[in-house]
């Protein structure tokens, strides 16, 4: 389900969106702005699922080199 609602945009920052629409063959600049925001929320999203995975990297370096090490040497 679609919700309708406002932005206010810098008539730069439009215009821009509007040789966007006109390059990438986007039905409407609804639909393009869409894309953007999925883009931008997915990206978001794996920025902090790899910031949570380099914290556990982190917090079990030590172990984990000790293990590397054992490997390496067999």
Known sequence: ???ETTISLESELLQKLNRLLERNGHSS????????VRGFLAKAE???YD???LELINKNAERLNQE?????TY
């Open 1 to 3: 389900m679609k919700i």
């Open 68 to 72: 590397a090490e054992d490997v390496l």
């Open 51 to 53: 910031l949570r995975e």
């Open 46 to 48: 794996k920025s902090a």
């Open 29 to 36: 600049l609804s639909e393009l702005i869409e894309n953007l």
